[in-house]
């Protein structure tokens, strides 16, 4: 899937507000949720069949090579320089504390695509 880099910063602001409006539940969601797959983002998330493949789906670009494969592979995104994701954290943290990681990391990447588009405007975000 090959996007603009401009139409990916307007996805991960669209995540951001998702996530600072309350999307996920916060910290006591009235039920479980999972980051990124119950959020508007995920092409699937409405489709008990998932019938999108990940690989369409904007998030997949920042995916590592090595979990392309796996069943939730924007769950293996690196949310932070030690290179925790939403799978390994959430078998460690609260869920608080991994909504705080995603959204560092989606200011992060906004920050950095803003730049770029300063700096060019035209290239992908590939």
Known sequence: MSISRLEVLNLLK???AFLERGGYGGTMPWRPVSMFLDSPSCPNRLDGERTVPCPECWLFQFVPER?????EPCHFIALNTQGESVHSMSRQYTPGEVESALKVW???EIRHLEALERGSGTDHAN
Do not use: D, K, N, S
């Open 14 to 16: 669209q995540e951001l």
């Open 67 to 71: 979990y392309h494969t796996e069943m």
């Open 106 to 108: 989606l200011e992060g």
